[in-house]
């Protein structure tokens, strides 16, 4: 299960609260891996309680304040473990590409404008990524290791991003009305 190392990556990076937790994943770890609030909640529970992170000792009463968490040293090391641990690629389940083998079958009569809506959702996500690329990522060439470990990752994004628009432009060409 991937979650709670994305919460220890994420707290790796900065100390934060729930919701603070939440918004990063929605503006950044979310492109490839997406929680809700409540499962970002419940898995805080999980690892707090298995002595991977700990609450952050407040500087003042902690009434009406959020809770900002950081990991242990037995959380750095169960991510490093899970880091440099085998695993194998998951198998591609997307219900589109069942459709289009279905469409074979039964006919592709409204299929095109379900390809045209996952077109222009991919053409939106690229042009995203890029335009975090050109922002984050100005000069490739002089990025530190990890900011290249960043980037790698955001190229990933841009390539599946690209790869889809592609097929997805030859689907909506190659499927009859």
Avoid: N
Wanted: hydrophobic share 40%; glycine share 6%; proline share 7%.
């Amino acid at each position: 299960m991937s979650l709670p190392h994305a919460i220890l990556t994420a707290l790796l990076e900065k100390p934060s609260s729930g919701l603070e937790l939440t918004r990063r994943f929605d503006k950044s770890i979310g492109y490839f891996w997406s929680a809700t609030h409540q499962q970002i909640y419940r898995e805080l529970g999980k690892l707090e309680a298995a002595g991977q992170i700990r609450t952050l000792p407040a500087a003042a009463p902690t009434r009406g304040k959020k809770k900002e968490y950081e990991v242990l040293p037995v959380g750095r090391a169960e991510l490093s473990a899970w880091v440099a641990r085998p695993e194998d690629p998951r198998p591609l389940r997307d219900p589109l590409l069942l459709r289009l083998r279905a469409a074979a079958v039964v006919g592709a009569k409204g299929l095109d404008a379900e390809i045209g809506r996952h077109l222009a959702l991919h053409e939106r996500q690229l042009a995203e990524y890029r335009e975090i690329e050109a922002r984050d990522f100005p000069r490739p060439e002089t990025l530190k290791d990890s900011d290249r470990l960043r980037h790698l990752v955001l190229r990933a994004g841009i390539e599946l991003e690209t790869f889809w628009t592609g097929w997805l432009t030859e689907a909506r060409s190659s499927t009859p009305e």
